[in-house]
């Protein structure tokens, strides 16, 4: 644990270490994640979803991620709120 913290640290609180990107993994596919330095998050294309990174520390609970446009547009998923029919 020591030595996670250490790169952390030591990277500087943007983004995340190598190392530590080689082995996180989507939490809801299971496949790889890739950075984006654009908006500094983790980015699972699997599913579609971006996962932030705060101070170095990558949030990969679900319930952070956030649909990406470009993959609703895709997908012809539609995430807007719909309007009470009458």
Known sequence: MR???A???RHGGGGIP???ADVLVCPLSK???RYCEVGGSLISDAVGISFP???GIPF????DGKLLEDHQEK???DTSPRQPSN
């Open 3 to 5: 030595r996670t913290t």
């Open 7 to 9: 790169l952390l640290l």
């Open 18 to 20: 190598q190392p530590l």
């Open 31 to 33: 496949k790889p994640l």
């Open 53 to 55: 990174i705060v101070d």
């Open 60 to 63: 990969l609970l679900p319930k």
């Open 75 to 77: 997908s012809g998923h």
